[in-house]
């Protein structure tokens, strides 16, 4: 298609009556030209219709791109919210949903794991993260498929449009613009399309004709800001009278000012004299509680002196019993150096009999291995003792055995004559 003029761009198509109107109440409007309102429609895609097979499985395509765009941007919450959503979807897209978690989770953890420093430990990482994203991708396109196979959990699950993130839902308005791009860009014949640029162009006349008119305002606009300087001019001019007459005030008030000091002098002066009154009737106080003082002083010494005597006594008390305790103290230094001495015989008495002890766990130990291997000796005779009896036995048995079976075939032997002639009796019964 021909490139657009971007001053056409910037003005759409409802705006361009609102360009006509006048800018500015008493101001000549610029010139009119009206558009006809069919070439106005002629902007919108609305009233296109698809002419070709292939131009709508193109649109098909989009919208089921921009569907399947609408439940892949849900799918996060969906996964999320999965209890809330359990009895809605059903334990086949559930399974899908946990699965596809599971692969996002994989993935969330190979990208925050830090990169290996050898070469082949960062080739099997991203072979893995091929991998992942391959399996990611199959992943969700199972979820959409089993989500779009089922219209009314569709249009349940469009109303949750709150819980899309920002970015997915600039992402899908940026797509449904596209669509509509597309969508007049394929309905557009070259006729219309030549009528579109045309109507363009003339609406990019009026915006130049407008901007015109928008100077010739400015300009007006200029000559009114001059006006009004002038009038600021003669409003400074009032505002001069106005503090040249505050001057004049101020100087009265000065002349009012002296007078008040005077007056102020002279109560000052009245102050004075009743201060100087006051301070006489104050020293006379004064002289009468420096007799009080002095009174309090010579009671303040009085009990002085008692307390210095008490604290004599006091400190006498204290040195006596501190030399108690410095006796008492030396009666139990000797009595703790004796204890100490029968502690360190008593210690030495208690190494030797370690040593001892050590002696007579050795000596134990040899005697516990000696009786050990004589138990163990005594075991294995008992036990090749029984070995023997027990075989013994089986032989007298076996040779019991052997007389007894001995004996029964003796007894059993038949005579020869007897034997033979038993012998034919029985065939010739048989």
Not at 347 to 375: G, H, N, T
Request: glycine residues 4%; proline residues 4%.
């Amino acid at each position: 298609m021909a490139t657009e003029d971007p001053a056409a761009l910037q003005a759409p198509p409802g705006d361009v009556k609102q360009r006509k109107k006048p800018l500015a109440t008493g101001m000549a409007t610029p010139e009119e030209e009206t558009i006809p309102l069919g070439e106005l429609k002629m902007l919108e895609p609305c009233h296109l219709h698809p002419d070709s097979t292939e131009t709508e499985r193109i649109i098909t395509v989009l919208d089921e791109t921009a569907a399947k765009l609408e439940m892949s941007s849900l799918i996060p919450h969906i996964i999320s919210s999965l209890d809330k959503f359990a009895d809605v979807l059903g334990p086949e897209i559930t399974n899908s949903l946990i699965q596809h978690q599971k692969l996002s989770n994989e993935m969330e953890q190979l990208l925050a794991s830090p990169e290996g420093e050898a070469p082949m430990r960062a080739e099997e990482q991203q072979r893995c993260l091929c991998l992942l994203e391959q399996r990611l991708t199959r992943s969700v396109r199972d979820v959409l498929r089993l989500l779009l196979a089922n219209p009314s959990l569709c249009q349940a699950l469009r109303q949750e449009t709150w819980a899309r993130k920002s970015p997915a839902e600039g992402f899908i308005k940026a797509f449904g613009e596209f669509r509509n791009l597309m969508v007049e860009r394929l309905l557009t014949s070259p006729v219309e399309e030549e009528e579109k640029l045309r109507l363009l162009e003339d609406i990019s006349l009026q915006i130049k004709k407008s901007t015109e008119a928008i100077a010739a305002l400015q300009a007006e606009l200029a000559a009114a800001c001059q006006a009004g300087e002038e009038e600021i001019h003669k409003k400074d001019q009032v505002i001069k009278d106005l503090k040249t007459s505050v001057q004049d005030l101020a100087e009265g008030c000065k002349a009012g000012i002296q007078q008040m000091k005077q007056e102020g002098d002279k109560q000052q002066e009245n102050d004075l004299q009743f201060s100087q009154a006051k301070c006489a009737r104050l020293q006379e106080d004064i002289e009468q509680l420096g007799a009080q003082l002095s009174a309090l002083i010579r009671e303040h010494r009085a009990s002085e002196l008692d307390l210095k005597q008490r604290k004599r006594r006091v400190e006498t008390e204290i040195v006596n019993w501190i030399q108690k305790y410095n006796t008492d103290m030396g009666e139990k230094q000797a009595e703790y150096e004796e204890v100490s001495g029968a502690y360190s015989e008593e210690k030495a008495q208690l190494s030797l009999l370690l040593e001892r002890r050590v002696v007579l766990l050795q000596e134990y130990s040899q005697i516990e291995e000696e009786r050990r291997k004589r138990q163990k000796e005594e075991e294995e005779a008992l036990e090749e003792l029984n070995t023997k009896t027990l075989a013994a036995t089986c032989i007298q048995a076996f040779w019991r055995g052997y007389l007894v079976r001995s004996l029964f075939k003796l007894k059993k032997k038949p005579k020869k004559g007897k034997g033979k002639g038993k012998g034919k009796g029985k065939k010739a019964k048989k």
